[in-house]
């Protein structure tokens, strides 16, 4: 061999010793579907009570198909029909970009469907106000057996619910139930006045997210959680919540809303509250906010019942009171065929007048023996909640319940039905229980 080859020979080979081996390396496109499939996250797959999100895109611009091994139970959208029994179903994530794809299986466990259990009481959910350090937080209350106008404070009358997120305060909090009947979602303004008294800042640079808590039996609840639902834009979200829209297969969220220029950031404009919307199934992916009333002035505290194939809307009219507008402070009702409806028709207003001295947190119920709906209406600065009744939501009119017992210092919350087991449940675990003036 040439010897100025031989020479170069060591040369050469730390040359090639640091030569990336670029061909063994993973295309762009294959390394990005392998990640985006790693990335995939399902929740409570162990415990399907309702339908999934089971996401269409996903990182590095991703698309993503889903294969069911049960198409019947779990649908490649998501939708979830339980059966008598329970199933497991085998999921599979299509993960693609151009040619590039990957494959990933997950396995969920599909409950069987409950038997439906008639009603036999109320759970009352609620905050007392910002006048004590404990006020904003969630209390619970219950009834004495199936009367909605005599309550039992649970708990010892301390909170049930505190935060340790966010602004460490709760108001508005509201309880639905899943359209199966053993899934229970609650939420809350992520909001806290006590100690600073800063209604404008908490409209400017408030919260953009709400609480959420979880629970199959009302008295085990998941650890909180704070979820975004509000653009850039928004200065405060306030009293969240939720009504479960058959069509969609999915919960709207509806809550209230400054909204302020893209180019403010600071929000130092001028604003006022609309209601927003937005559409989730598991209380953690939601769609883009929308506009759902904007009359333009304030309006908040939105609240829906369906009476029928009729959606009837209660909302504060948020402005001051002139002798332009009489029924400022007090509730407007409006009605709809449908949820997501923008104009919706009107019924009534001044609801509560001559009655409250102003109105706001209104909450709605059927009774759960009769035919006849109840309004709650927080006069806020005085009473609280004060019950008023109706054998006709179309009618517009409403009547303050003659003989009543709330908890003490009840502010904006929510009436739930429950079952007799679940009422049981409540008052063994939350416990003793006392009546307001006992």
């Known amino acids: ?129 910002e006048g004590t350090a404990d006020g904003e937080q969630v209390y619970f209350a219950l009834s004495q057996g199936n009367d909605p106008l005599h309550w039992q404070e649970l708990n010892g009358g301390a909170p049930v619910l505190t935060s340790t997120l966010g602004e460490q305060g709760l108001r508005d909090p509201f309880i639905i139930r899943s359209p ?39 008295v085990t ?74 009359p333009g002035y304030s309006v908040i505290d939105s609240t829906v019942i369906r009476d029928g194939d009729t959606y009837y809307r209660f909302t504060k009219d948020e402005r001051n009171p002139s002798s332009s507008t009489p029924c400022s402070k007090f509730i407007i009702a409006e009605r709809s065929g449908t949820l997501l409806d923008t104009d919706w028709d009107f019924v009534a207003e001044c609801i509560g007048s001559g009655a409250l001295a102003r109105g706001e947190g209104p909450l709605v119920f059927k009774s759960n023996s009769e035919e006849k709906w109840y309004l709650f209406i927080d006069e806020f600065g005085g009473r609280g909640y004060v019950p008023f009744e109706t054998t006709d939501l179309s009618s517009g009119g409403w009547t303050v319940s003659a003989d009543y017992a709330l908890p003490s210092r009840p502010r904006h919350g929510t009436v739930l039905p429950v079952t007799a087991a679940e009422h049981a449940a409540l008052l063994a675990r939350y416990g003793p229980a006392y009546s307001p003036g006992s």
């Open 180 to 218: 199966e009947g053993d899934k229970f979602y609650q939420i809350a303004t992520d909001l806290r006045i006590y100690g600073n008294g800063d209604w404008d800042a908490a409209q400017r640079t408030g919260s953009r997210s709400i609480m959420v808590w979880e629970s199959t039996d009302l």
């Open 221 to 294: 609840w998941t650890d909180q959680r704070l979820v975004q639902v509000s653009p850039e834009t928004a200065g405060n979200t306030w009293a969240p919540e939720a009504y479960y829209d058959e069509a969609l297969g999915a919960y709207v969220v509806f809550w209230a809303s400054k909204l302020y220029a893209a180019d403010d950031p600071r929000h130092t404009g001028d604003s006022y509250n609309r209601m927003m919307y937005a559409t989730t199934r598991d209380f953690r992916t939601f769609s883009e906010a929308r506009v759902w009333k904007d």
């Open 1 to 129: 061999m040439d010897r100025r080859l031989l020479a170069l020979t060591p040369l050469l080979s730390l040359l090639l010793a640091a030569t990336p081996a670029t061909a063994a390396e993973p295309p762009p496109d294959r390394a990005a579907v392998k990640a985006a499939a790693a990335a995939i996250t399902l929740h409570d797959l162990g415990d399907v009570r309702g339908n999934l999100t089971l996401p269409a895109a996903g990182l590095h611009g991703t698309a993503i198909r889903w294969r069911s091994s049960a198409p019947r139970i779990i649908t490649p959208t998501g939708e979830v029909h339980r059966g008598r029994h329970a199933a497991r179903v085998v999921l599979t994530a299509t993960v693609t970009l151009g040619e590039a794809r990957a494959h990933r299986t997950f396995t969920a466990t599909v409950r069987a469907r409950p038997r439906p259990e008639p009603m036999a009481g109320y759970l009352f959910s609620y905050f007392t106000g």
